[in-house]
């Protein structure tokens, strides 16, 4: 089981962008899929975005067309690219993989 750590959040204006990053300890190459969260105050964790290892990806409705799932097995990471960002995109972020999560990067973005 590898450990997951995520990297790449801060704050932002609206309409501005961030990648996040997510490292894992070891191969990634079979792990399949991977995927990101995100919770934000008061709510609950919510899937994001997910990718598989053929790299056929899914996403959330609140969030198609502005954010991009990718990964590297090479580099045993996985990105989650967000752009055109709003205040209710604030929230913890969070890698997912083997059935745990990573510790999570904040994400605020500012009216």
């Known amino acids: 089981q590898v450990w997951l750590m995520e990297s790449g959040g801060g704050l932002v204006q609206a309409g501005g962008s961030l990648t996040l990053s997510c490292a894992a300890s070891?191969?990634?190459?079979?792990?399949?899929?991977m995927a990101w969260y995100r919770q934000a105050p008061g709510l609950q964790r919510e899937l994001v975005a997910s990718?598989?290892?053929?790299?056929?990806?899914y996403y959330a409705d609140f969030v198609k067309g502005r954010f991009t799932i990718s990964r590297d097995n090479s580099k045993n990471t996985m990105y989650l690219q967000m752009s055109s960002l709003k205040p209710e995109d604030t929230a913890i972020y969070y890698c997912?993989?083997?059935?745990?999560y990573g510790r999570g990067t904040q994400v605020t973005v500012s009216s």
């Open positions: 997912w993989a083997e059935s745990q």
């Open positions: 990718i598989d290892y053929g790299e056929r990806t």
């Open positions: 070891g191969s990634i190459f079979n792990i399949n899929p």
